[in-house]
Nanobody, 125 residues
Framework: QVQLVESGGGSVQSGGSLRLSCVAS????????MGWFRQAPGKEREGVAE???????RYADSVKGRFTISRDNAKNTLYLQMNNLKSEDTAMYYC???????????????????WGQGTQVTVSS
């Protein structure tokens, strides 16, 4: 069965950094585009960053230049390096796998079929 497990969240001051990890199992990880999404209380889930099976990336404008998505296929692990964190980055962060047969990176939650349990990121000022 497909399983995605996030870790690395926590509390940090504005301007600080965190690195999130997502360990995948139950499928051929290296062949799937993967994404990071976030959701704050009372708000819609939004796309943060995506990475294709070949390494192509796409970022939300709000995080471009501050966040970096990467993958280690040998470890079946997805990463999100978050630098210069801001209070508006506070949210639950989710790792997700793109639906089979689709490759376009659109930062849309509907393009993904499996999700992790989430890890909380809190940024204080």
């Amino acid at each position: 069965q497909v399983q995605l497990v996030e870790s690395g969240g926590g509390s940090v001051q504005s301007g600080g950094s965190l690195r999130l990890s997502c360990v995948a199992s139950g499928f051929t990880y290296s062949t799937y585009p993967m994404g990071w999404f976030r959701q704050a209380p009372g708000k819609e889930r939004e796309g943060v960053a995506e990475i294709g099976s070949g390494g192509t990336t796409r970022y939300a404008d709000s995080v471009k230049g501050r966040f970096t998505i990467s993958r280690d296929n040998a470890k079946n692990t997805l990463y999100l390096q978050m630098n210069n964190l801001k209070s508006e980055d506070t949210a639950m962060y989710y790792c997700a796998r793109m639906t089979s047969g689709w490759w376009l990176l659109r930062l849309r939650p509907g393009d993904y079929d499996y999700w992790g349990q989430g890890t909380q990121v809190t940024v204080s000022s």
